[in-house]
Each structure stands twice: as structure tokens, then as C-alpha cells.
């Protein structure tokens, strides 16, 4: 059974920083492609970020730019690294592992298996 298990969430103002952090359980972490998601009130949950296990990445149009996705194969550990945070990107952030291994980065929610609880992120203006 894998646990993905997010932290580095909270309350900044519009313009700040944050890195979400997400330790995953398990040896096979390597083996996976590894996405970042989120969701707002009201709304369904969206493709944020995404990095295959070789590290190629890909974003969402409207991060692009400002939000890095990383990955350290040795600690398990998977990034988002958000910069210059505007009110619109107040949501749920969740990570997930990818459904098989060696799969690419993808954008769609039902192409990963095992999510984590989510970490709140809150941007003021």
C-alpha cells in the first residue's frame, strides 16, 4: 500500500511563495510519474503539474511559469515549488502516483492511483 503525505500548505499574500512537499510511501517511488492537482470550492479538480520518473515535466497553462514541479528519487519526496501566487490559486492541493510504472507525465486525474489528503493553500490580495 502506498501513503502519499502532503505538507507546506497555508496562508500567504497575493505575490509570496510556497513549496508543497509530498513524501510518498514505499521502494518504487523512482518507478512512477508523479502529478500535482488541486481543487477549489465548487469546482472539480485540475491538472496542476505532472513529472514523468526521468524527470520531463509538463504545467497547466495557468501556472506555467510560475510553479516548478521537482522530484528527489532518493528521499521519496515530490515538490511544487509556487511562485508569485495570486488569489485564484487558493485551493485543495493534492499529489498522486501515477496508475503503472514507467508511464509518462499526465494530465488526466484517472491516469493516477494513489492520492494523498491534500494541503490547503490560501492566497490573499
Known amino acids: 500500500q502506498v501513503q502519499l503525505v502532503e505538507s507546506g500548505g497555508g496562508l500567504v499574500q497575493a505575490g509570496n511563495s510556497l513549496r508543497l512537499s509530498c513524501a510518498a510511501s514505499?521502494?518504487?517511488?523512482?518507478?512512477?510519474?508523479m502529478g500535482w492537482f488541486r481543487q477549489a470550492p465548487g469546482k472539480e479538480r485540475e491538472f496542476v503539474a505532472a513529472?514523468?520518473?526521468?524527470?520531463?515535466?509538463d504545467y497547466a497553462d495557468s501556472v506555467k511559469g510560475r510553479f516548478t514541479i521537482s522530484r528527489d528519487n532518493a528521499k521519496n519526496t515530490l515538490y511544487l515549488q509556487m511562485n508569485s501566487l495570486q488569489p485564484e490559486d487558493t485551493a485543495i492541493y493534492y499529489c498522486?502516483?501515477?496508475?503503472?510504472?514507467?508511464?509518462?507525465?499526465?494530465?488526466?486525474?484517472?491516469?493516477?492511483?494513489?492520492w494523498g489528503q491534500g494541503t490547503q493553500v490560501t492566497v490573499s490580495s
Open positions: 514505499g521502494r518504487t517511488f523512482s518507478s512512477y510519474a
Open positions: 498522486a502516483r501515477a496508475s503503472q510504472p514507467n508511464w509518462g507525465a499526465s494530465r488526466r486525474t484517472n491516469a493516477y492511483d494513489y
Open positions: 513529472i514523468s520518473r526521468i524527470g520531463t515535466t
